[in-house]
């Protein structure tokens, strides 16, 4: 806010010119300016928001005209009245929005002296509390959306906006720490809000991605790793870093580190474009809470979605488990019904793996069982299922069969998968695999069906040693045992 002392009204209580009496004040850095009305003052205070204005009006109209005025278009500003209007009670204009009312009676230098400092610092406090509480509404809703909502990246341009418009920011960021193996840790520009306009950061192709160890952002990393912000007006960050900012037509900016269980995990920016913007140390605390909500609630979200991931997939290679499987089913079917397709299950039992381990040990097992879940997964089509479902025991759910031949390809190209030798830690082993198939709806409607079809399929090869084969429809009598 600017120095700047504006007298609306009269300028003369008898003799005394109350300009004057401003000027003697002698308050530090403030300038004086007068208009007779504040119709003539209106273009003034556009231009330049002054730090009070005083108001000496004695017409209860005017008085009420100009406070509304005062209110609507400078709410920030600290009004003081010199009136000889007869009102009984100050307080009720004082609760209107005037921080003091004087009597001309009672205008002089040392009240001036008084005033003007206390009302600059009250309404100076008054416009924090305000901010802050705005803030506060806009940090809430945040919090809301990131601990009520998995899929919060669909609110998040309403959640910047919001931020945007409580901070009075130009511009509202959120970028996120990522590893990159040629080039490290890195800052990916994940969402975005500009009042309008304001260029968009996306629009920069420096902006979308930055390396932190590139010149001019190693010092951010360091900082924000220490859970330390950077604030402040570009012109005082050093040169690289005024460089790039100024490209983005920033003029001032807050920056906070959002962790996760203690690591960063981004950051969340303000800027200020179209003016430099001093941030008050309210603001930048309730900034400080914005951040650490946020970082809670991704922390939050990501703990779900890793115990969701660990209900749902098998703990040692990763694939589908029984469960989700289910799941996948379910969907199979409705798609099957509703295009008229069908789908396979192929229940897949690998050979003497026991041998595996009684030579080799389980924890070299293991490592085999995840190169097979690897092979296996790899040559299935993206809208199929392979899940672990057994020790040794895999199944494929194969979407759109349209008949025997089609499964047979499918089987044909999961045991060419494991042909080639697998090496483990200097050993080598051969592994082969025996796979019954059924076939949706021919061989059953109900997954438990299916599954119990392609195990008689596959037991059948199985005590041949090894290879493929498809439930033979005329063995429905013994899904029924």
């Not at 945040?142 to 899929?151: C, I, Q, R, T």
């Not at 037991?459 to 290879?467: F, L």
């Amino acid at each position: 806010m600017d120095r700047k002392i504006v007298l609306i009204g009269q300028d003369r209580i008898g003799k005394i010119r109350v300009s004057a009496l401003l000027e003697q004040c002698e308050l530090t850095n403030l300038e004086y300016f007068h208009f007779s009305s504040i119709y003539k003052a209106k273009s003034a205070l556009l231009e330049d928001e002054p730090c009070l204005v005083f108001l000496h009006v004695n017409e209860r109209d005017k008085i009420t005209g100009y406070l509304d005025y005062m209110r609507e278009n400078h709410p920030h500003v600290p009004i003081i009245l010199i009136t000889r209007a007869d009102y009984r009670i100050p307080q009720t204009l004082m609760e209107r929005g005037f921080h003091y009312v004087i009597h001309p009676s009672h205008v002089d230098r040392i009240s001036f002296m008084q005033v003007i400092p206390a009302a600059i610092e009250q309404k100076r406090v008054e416009n924090e509390l305000q901010t802050r509480d705005v803030i506060l509404q806009a940090v809430n809703y945040a919090a809301e959306v990131f601990l009520s909502k998995l899929d919060w990246e669909s609110y998040i341009n309403e959640v910047l906006e919001r931020l945007g418009s409580a901070t009075g920011s130009d511009r509202v960021y959120i970028y996120k720490s990522e590893i990159r193996q040629e080039i490290g840790l890195v800052s990916v520009l994940q969402a975005e809000w500009t009042t309008t306009g304001v260029q968009l950061l996306k629009d920069f192709p420096e902006a979308r991605g930055n390396e932190y160890q590139a010149s001019g952002f190693r010092r951010w990393l360091e900082v924000l790793k220490k859970g330390e912000i950077i604030c402040g007006s570009v012109q005082d960050l050093p040169p690289e870093e005024q460089a790039y900012l100024l490209k983005m037509d920033v003029q001032s900016l807050v920056v906070v580190p959002i962790f996760t269980d203690q690591l960063l995990w981004g950051f969340i920016g303000y800027e200020q474009c179209s003016y430099e913007r001093k941030w008050s140390s309210v603001e930048v605390e309730v900034l400080k809470t914005a951040a650490k909500i946020i970082g809670a609630a991704i922390a939050r979200q990501d703990a779900e979605i890793r115990l969701t991931h660990l209900a749902t997939h098998d703990y040692l290679t990763n694939l589908p488990n029984r469960m989700l499987l289910e799941d996948r089913f379910a969907l199979a079917v409705a798609r099957a019904e509703r295009r008229g397709k069908k789908f396979g299950i192929v229940a897949i039992d690998l050979d003497k793996f026991k041998n595996i381990n009684d030579t080799n040990g389980h924890p070299f097992g293991d490592k085999v069982l995840v190169e097979v879940a690897w092979r296996l997964s790899e040559v299935v089509r993206s809208s199929d299922t392979c899940a672990r479902v057994g020790g040794d025991e895999f199944t494929v759910l194969a979407e759109e069969i349209n008949n025997k031949k089609d499964l047979l390809r499918v089987m044909e190209k999961l045991t060419r998968s494991l042909e080639p030798e697998i090496s483990i830690d200097g050993k080598q082993v051969n592994v082969t695999a025996s796979m019954g198939a059924s076939i949706y709806p021919n061989h059953g409607t109900e997954l438990e069906q299916l599954m119990k079809a392609a195990d008689i399929a596959l037991y059948q090869v199985k005590d041949a040693y090894s290879g493929c084969k498809i439930f033979i429809d005329e063995q429905y009598s013994l899904l029924k045992e």
